[in-house]
């Protein structure tokens, strides 16, 4: 069994006659939960801004009947705010 911390050892003096974990044990385990929360938070973004993205192109494109002479220009704006970051697009 690894070295107890000074909690460890204090809790278990008390009576408890539980194991509890220890520092690494713990330090692995906040270790992967952080790993999980930031995969988790960027790919939340990266829907986030897709999402946004697509609200923006859909916008243009309801504008475009507004600008009949710049039909072209508008088109090319919606193209480059869908495709700005294509691996995104799924």
Known sequence: MAEMTDFQKQFFA???QATLFTQKEFDD?????????MAFAIDTVKQ?????????????EEYTDWLKDDFDVC??????????????RQ
């Open 14 to 16: 008390k009576g408890t």
């Open 29 to 37: 385990a906040l270790e992967e939960a952080k790993t999980e929360i």
């Open 48 to 60: 986030a801004v897709l999402m946004e993205r697509e609200a923006c192109a859909k916008l243009v």
């Open 75 to 88: 088109k090319d704006l919606v193209e480059k705010i869908m495709n700005r970051i294509p691996s995104q």
